[in-house]
């Protein structure tokens, strides 16, 4: 289901005056599972029963959207990974297993990473292929209105807003990406990894629990703090391989936004 800002706004049922973070946030549509009206109604056992439906769903069609009928017999390893529900076993690479009979394969499971989760899965996705010479797939999947928490009228000021901040950006989506040996030069070629770690701002980004069930923290100072992470990473990463900035034809940041961008 798609949506644009003002139509996500107003299912809030704030006063007009609270607009402007959707308005700024940089964003046309998003898309949600569900419709917004039952958003805001489920308990936490509902959305987590709604998580376990369409994570299964969604990643089902993914992977057949990412690895050819034909080809899913050469994949030796599936890593799953989302941060916005829970599957405590069988996990949803469990069920992909099953339903496309894939039964010489390893699984992965990555949770509770957030927007992080992909680099470990990539990681892992990437080591194992290097080791064994075999293709692997990662699925990526998060439900963010499965983690609505009920806002209130005012909006909560709690960190500067950041439940209304947090209800302007995010979205649900499901991807995949398989790593494997080939001659096509229209695939991308892995060159490597870098990362820089910073726990000062530990508390910035992420859920906690609140009342029994998840509630997003997202500070106001994340794009800064992600720019200047950003830098070091990417300068390890340009002097691990002997390149600089201006070899890099495309950059593909992680953004909340066009605005974070600009």
């Given at each position: 289901?798609?949506?644009?800002?003002?139509?996500?706004?107003?299912?809030?049922?704030?006063?007009?005056?609270?607009?402007?973070?959707?308005?700024?946030?940089?964003?046309?549509?998003?898309?949600?599972?569900?419709?917004?009206?039952?958003?805001?109604?489920?308990?936490?056992?509902?959305?987590?029963?709604?998580?376990?439906?369409?994570?299964?769903?969604?990643?089902?069609?993914?992977?057949?959207?990412?690895?050819?009928?034909?080809?899913?017999?050469?994949?030796?390893?599936?890593?799953?990974?989302?941060?916005?529900?829970?599957?405590?076993?069988?996990?949803?690479?469990?069920?992909?297993?099953?339903?496309?009979?894939?039964?010489?394969?390893?699984?992965?499971?990555?949770?509770?990473?957030?927007?992080?989760?992909?680099?470990?899965?990539?990681?892992?996705?990437?080591?194992?292929?290097?080791?064994?010479?075999?293709?692997?797939?990662?699925?990526?999947?998060?439900?963010?209105?499965?983690?609505?928490?009920?806002?209130?009228?005012?909006?909560?000021?709690?960190?500067?807003?950041?439940?209304?901040?947090?209800?302007?950006?995010?979205?649900?989506?499901?991807?995949g990406a398989v790593l494997g040996y080939d001659d096509n030069p229209r695939h991308p070629k892995v060159l490597g990894f870098a990362s820089t770690m910073d726990t000062s701002s530990i508390d910035h980004l992420g859920y906690t629990w609140r009342d029994g069930r998840l509630?997003?923290?997202?500070?106001?100072?994340?794009?800064?703090?992600?720019?200047?992470?950003?830098?070091?990473?990417?300068?390890?990463?340009?002097?691990?391989?002997?390149?600089?900035?201006?070899?890099?034809?495309?950059?593909?940041?992680?953004?909340?936004?066009?605005?974070?961008?600009?």
């Amino acid at each position: 289901l798609r949506y644009g800002q003002r139509e996500m706004f107003e299912s809030l049922g704030s006063a007009s005056r609270w607009s402007r973070g959707f308005d700024e946030a940089g964003i046309a549509e998003r898309h949600f599972v569900l419709p917004l009206e039952q958003v805001r109604t489920l308990t936490f056992q509902e959305q987590q029963e709604t998580y376990a439906h369409w994570s299964r769903k969604l990643s089902a069609e993914t992977l057949q959207k990412t690895v050819p009928p034909g080809d899913l017999g050469k994949i030796g390893l599936l890593v799953y990974h989302s941060c916005t529900g829970f599957m405590p076993g069988p996990t949803v690479g469990h069920y992909l297993a099953d339903q496309f009979e894939m039964r010489d394969i390893e699984l992965c499971n990555i949770a509770s990473m957030g927007c992080d989760g992909t680099w470990p899965a990539l990681r892992r996705c990437y080591d194992y292929t290097k080791l064994t010479g075999r293709s692997s797939v990662l699925i990526g999947c998060e439900l963010s209105d499965l983690t609505y928490y009920p806002e209130t009228d005012p909006p909560d000021r709690e960190n500067d807003f950041e439940l209304m901040r947090a209800y302007a950006i995010f979205g649900d989506a499901c991807s995949g990406a398989v790593l494997g040996y080939d001659d096509n030069p229209r695939h991308p070629k892995v060159l490597g990894f870098a990362s820089t770690m910073d726990t000062s701002s530990i508390d910035h980004l992420g859920y906690t629990w609140r009342d029994g069930r998840l509630r997003v923290r997202l500070s106001r100072d994340v794009p800064e703090i992600a720019g200047k992470l950003a830098v070091g990473a990417i300068d390890k990463l340009l002097e691990n391989n002997s390149l600089e900035p201006g070899d890099i034809a495309y950059w593909l940041p992680h953004p909340a936004g066009v605005s974070i961008l600009d």
